[in-house]
């Protein structure tokens, strides 16, 4: 695989790697979860995860699709695919983070304790998963993106915390 398709797997998942670290800075308020607990008596996501912090997420996730088709748009085809890519690669990656926090949540884990793998590629493999019916990468893409991924994810929750954005660097 050459640097080129390196490129363009990291041009493909940006709109899920905004999406997914957007939170952070535009979440807060009420839960989506509502405060309710599962059959276990734990909370089904936590007060992490907010209707604000997703919304706002898939947002500017979509806004940054939005972007990339103008800087580059015979990637994408049309604008219509483009934003319906980036929204499918933003739902999803923040999907991937709730189902995430509800796995995290069963395993009695409290919240913003790391959970290796699932917290660095379940953002990833939902994000993937969603979008692809309109766009897909090559099988060595995908790869790349499942190796490099998590490296990718701990620099950014690291920055989040030397900001002051996260109380936890991971």
Do not use: C
Request: proline letters at 6%.
């Amino acid at each position: 695989m050459g640097l080129e398709s390196v490129f363009w797997a990291f041009w493909y998942i940006l709109p899920a790697y905004f999406a997914n670290a957007s939170p952070v800075l535009v979440g807060g308020g009420p839960p989506i979860d509502g405060g309710r607990k599962w059959r276990d008596g734990r909370r089904i996501l936590g007060d992490g995860k907010t209707w604000r912090g997703f919304i706002g997420g898939v947002a500017i996730g979509t806004l940054v699709g939005v972007v990339q088709y103008f800087i580059t748009p015979g990637f994408y085809g049309d604008l219509p695919t483009a934003v319906k890519l980036a929204f499918l690669l933003s739902f999803g990656a923040l999907f991937g983070d709730l189902v995430g926090s509800f796995i995290k949540r069963r395993a009695n884990l409290p919240r913003g304790a790391p959970a290796i793998g699932l917290d660095q590629l379940g953002f990833l493999i939902s994000a993937l998963a969603f979008a692809y019916p309109v766009k897909t990468l090559s099988s060595g893409q995908i790869i790349f993106l499942l190796v490099f991924s998590p490296f990718i994810h701990w620099g950014a929750n690291y920055f989040a915390y030397k900001m002051g954005w996260k109380s936890v660097p991971w």
